[in-house]
């Protein structure tokens, strides 16, 4: 059956130092792959989308990879500050189907 | 703020009982998509509408129907509530509805089954 894992439930890093968060999937493959921030009580917040033939993508401090051999997506926020404190949470997406796993909870201590 | 709109913000019901949610997405989005969100199951995709048409469906209950309707507001009506159907339930908008599409969460109704 079609798994999405996301590293861990949990993630402590220090303020400055580069967060990196893991989604793996297993049974599936997406077209495309999406990152979310979610914070407590709130609804999902879209961050990056990458596509399944871009292997990197950037936006300010934040980069995805997507390596479907691997079957593996990883998300770095660099230079992390305690706002970044959220749950991320990745989402798989192949025709109108659309999975998500369910997410790590990154903790940037000052 | 995403511009999408819920109401109610908390629901608490009884099992056997029916409730309605509603949801208004962001202005010029035609397409509104409903999540249920629990502690056991994460963020489930329940079903999609595009311009008043039904356009996907994931793991939708029988129990559970939704629509759209011409001014685009939805809305989702669960029956025969059970214990299990407590959760946060979020409605998105985008505006093509496509999966390329940035999807707007609104904040989310809480409903808790006694």
């Known amino acids: 059956s079609q798994k999405i894992e996301q590293n861990s439930e949990a993630l402590n890093i220090q303020e400055g130092k580069t967060a990196t968060l893991t989604c793996n999937y297993t049974?599936?493959?997406?077209?495309?792959l999406q990152w979310y921030r979610q914070d407590p009580g709130r609804g999902p917040v879209f961050l990056l989308l990458?596509?399944?033939?871009?292997k990197e993508k950037r936006k300010e401090r934040l980069k995805v990879t997507f390596d479907t051999t691997l079957k593996q997506s990883l998300f770095h926020i660099t230079a992390s500050q305690p706002a970044d404190s959220a749950t991320y949470l990745c989402a798989l997406v192949n025709n109108n189907d659309m999975r998500f796993g369910a997410g790590t909870r990154l903790t940037v201590k000052p | 703020d995403s511009g999408v709109t819920q109401t109610p913000k908390h629901l608490i019901t009884a099992t056997g009982q029916r409730v309605t949610l509603r949801c208004s997405p962001r202005?010029?989005?035609?397409?509104v998509y409903w999540y249920q969100q629990s502690l056991d199951q994460g963020l489930q995709f329940l079903i999609q509408?595009?311009?008043?048409?039904?356009?996907a469906k994931g793991n939708i209950l029988e129990r559970f129907s939704a629509q759209q309707f011409p001014d685009l507001h939805s809305e989702l009506n669960l029956s025969s509530l059970e214990l299990g159907d407590s959760a946060l339930y979020f409605c998105a908008s985008s505006v093509l509805g496509v999966y390329t599409d940035t999807q707007y969460f609104g904040p989310g109704t809480r409903l808790t089954v006694l």
């Open positions: 202005s010029g989005d035609l397409s």
């Open positions: 509408y595009y311009n008043g048409e039904e356009r």
């Open positions: 990458i596509r399944e033939n871009e």
């Open positions: 049974n599936y493959s997406p077209a495309y």
